[in-house]
Each structure stands twice: as structure tokens, then as C-alpha cells.
Nanobody
Framework: QVQLVESGGGLVQPGGSLRLSCSAS????????MAWYRQAPGKERELVAT???????NYATAVKGRFTISRDNAKNTEYLQMNSLKPEDTAVYYC???????????????WGQGTQVTVSS
């Protein structure tokens, strides 16, 4: 069974910082891309950042230069460091991994339960 557990969300003032973590439990033979998405009220879920197994990163234009995605392959964990937060960053943040379990052939997308980030004074 695969489980993604997120932590680190909360309330922060504009200009502040938060660090999200997502730890994946399960017997994986490989985890390819890890990613963070977010969904604001009344809006569709959008991609925030991705990181490949070798560390190549990609960011949405809205967060480039402020957010940093990273991963620890030994711990099956990904992180999202969010700096210079703005009210428009308020959303539920979801982690996502593309992984193959031991004994499986195909890769599947798995999702965390989501963590609320609120940026407000």
C-alpha cells in the first residue's frame, strides 16, 4: 500500500516562508518525477513544480525564483521551500509522485491528502 504524508502547511504573513514535506511510504522499485500541485478555492488544480530523479527541476512562472523543490531519494521524500509568499499563493498544496512498486510493471501517479497554505496578514 502506498501512502503520501504531507506536512508543513499553515498560516503565514505575506513575505514569509514555509517548507512543505511529503514522505512516501511503500515498497517502490523506482520513483521517477516528484511534484507539487496546488488548488485555490474556485480554481482548478495547477502544477507548481516538478523534480526528476536526477534533480532536474521545473517551475510554474508564478513561483519561479521564490519556491524551491528538492528531494531525498534515500528517504522517498520531497520538499517545497516557499519564500516571499503572497496572498495569491493561498491554496491547498498536494504532493504527487510517479512511481512503480516492487513487482509491478507500470508507473502510477500517487497523491497526498493535501495541506492548507494560507498567506494573510
Amino acid at each position: 500500500q502506498v501512502q503520501l504524508v504531507e506536512s508543513g502547511g499553515g498560516l503565514v504573513q505575506p513575505g514569509g516562508s514555509l517548507r512543505l514535506s511529503c514522505s512516501a511510504s511503500g515498497t517502490f522499485s523506482s520513483i521517477r518525477t516528484m511534484a507539487w500541485y496546488r488548488q485555490a478555492p474556485g480554481k482548478e488544480r495547477e502544477l507548481v513544480a516538478t523534480i526528476t530523479r536526477d534533480g532536474t527541476t521545473n517551475y510554474a512562472t508564478a513561483v519561479k525564483g521564490r519556491f524551491t523543490i528538492s528531494r531525498d531519494n534515500a528517504k522517498n521524500t520531497e520538499y517545497l521551500q516557499m519564500n516571499s509568499l503572497k496572498p495569491e499563493d493561498t491554496a491547498v498544496y498536494y504532493c504527487n509522485i510517479n512511481a512503480r512498486r516492487i513487482g509491478d510493471i507500470i508507473f502510477i501517479n500517487y497523491w497526498g491528502q493535501g495541506t492548507q497554505v494560507t498567506v494573510s496578514s
